[in-house]
């Protein structure tokens, strides 16, 4: 079976092949997934290149962390699945390959209303946003709440989410053709990195600022982030796109009651109860098959041009996010 796998740590595209393994079988307990659609995520691209907090322990290894496949194959014991069942794995990587053997308990599976390319999508975006808004900072209806990297994929799924429970949205991007678009998606106000005096008009247009953020571009962005909480705000930092960290002002911090926490999904699924992550995960997969969290979809190439994959994440401005499909 085809698979992409990677023997040392560099530029993707260098990296990368596409190569012919074994395909797996499932032992007792298991499941033997056919996947079919495949997320290309930064961290995927971060993992490569050696520069992700999660490693492979040895090569050649197999990148890719979410995915969605239908079961080929059960192994002894395995009760309450069928064979041709639409299902999301969860954990670890390796799914840039076209079968898969997991744990029974480690599938979810998938509505009929829900796409098989929105499903490839639930967990790194859908999940990020939704404990981000109503965990962490625990935004409620008639707040407000600014994100910077807005015209992402993750932004449209927050807007989307918080148009559902009635948080308004204060959403900064670069280039201001996308303004319109997040105005149309639901945002309540948008503002580009290029507009004069953008902390005033934040501030005026919240009556005073937000009650809480989130932040994936750091340095000047983070700051602004920040500069734009109500008294006694949070900002949540999960991305460094910038390559700077946030100059942070403890005086402003101190006298403002403001909070600066760091977010990261993998950390986040280590601390819960596994109760608890499956009941947020439901919550999300039942939004989704309600059309009310739909992650945009902006291409899908097959496994074999996954250089084409790798080029098109680097152009500026996507609406979407690029899978790997066959």
């Known amino acids: 079976m085809r698979a992409l796998q990677y023997e040392a740590f560099g530029n993707p595209i260098d ?4 190569v012919d393994v074994p395909k797996p079988q499932p032992k007792a307990g298991e499941v033997l997934l056919r996947l079919t659609h495949r ?12 520069q992700y907090p999660i490693l492979p322990d040895a090569f050649p290894a197999i990148p890719g962390g979410e ?4 079961i080929e194959a059960l192994g002894e014991g395995v009760a309450g699945f069928e064979i041709g069942q639409r299902v999301v794995p969860l954990g670890g990587g390796g799914k840039w390959q076209e079968s898969i053997v997991l744990s029974a308990e480690q599938i979810i599976p998938v509505p009929e209303t829900v796409s098989s390319a929105t499903a ?5 975006n859908p ?3 939704y404990v981000m808004m109503l965990e962490e900072l625990d935004l409620k209806e008639g707040e407000w709440f600014l994100q910077t990297a807005a015209g992402s994929t993750l932004g449209r799924i927050a807007i989307q989410l918080a148009k559902l429970r009635g948080i308004k949205t204060v959403n900064i991007v670069r280039r201001r053709e996308q303004i319109d678009e997040l105005l149309a998606l639901g945002g309540d106000a948008a503002f580009s990195t290029q507009d004069d005096n953008l902390l005033e ?14 932040d994936a571009v750091g340095g000047e962005m983070g700051l602004l982030a920040l500069e734009s909480l109500q008294h006694g705000g949070m900002l949540l930092s999960y991305g460094l796109l910038s390559g700077q960290s946030i100059p942070v002002d403890s005086v402003h911090m101190l006298f403002n009651e ?7 999904l993998s950390a986040w699924f280590r601390r819960q109860p596994q109760a608890h992550i499956n009941g947020v995960v439901t919550n999300v997969m039942t939004l989704m098959a309600q059309g009310q969290i739909v992650p945009p979809v902006e291409a899908e190439y097959d496994l074999a041009d996954y250089a084409k994959a790798f080029e098109h994440m680097r152009t500026p401005g996507r609406s979407g996010k690029i899978l790997l499909v066959g």
């Open 258 to 264: 403001k909070s600066l926490k760091g977010f990261w």
């Open 201 to 214: 008009q934040i501030l005026e247009v919240t009556g005073g600022g937000v009650q809480g953020a989130t």
């Open 127 to 129: 999940v990020t946003v």
């Open 67 to 70: 995915a969605m496949g239908e």
């Open 15 to 18: 990296q990368v092949e596409l």
């Open 120 to 124: 490839a999508q639930l967990i790194v």
């Open 39 to 50: 997320a290309v995520n930064p961290a995927d691209l971060l993992a490569i290149q050696g």
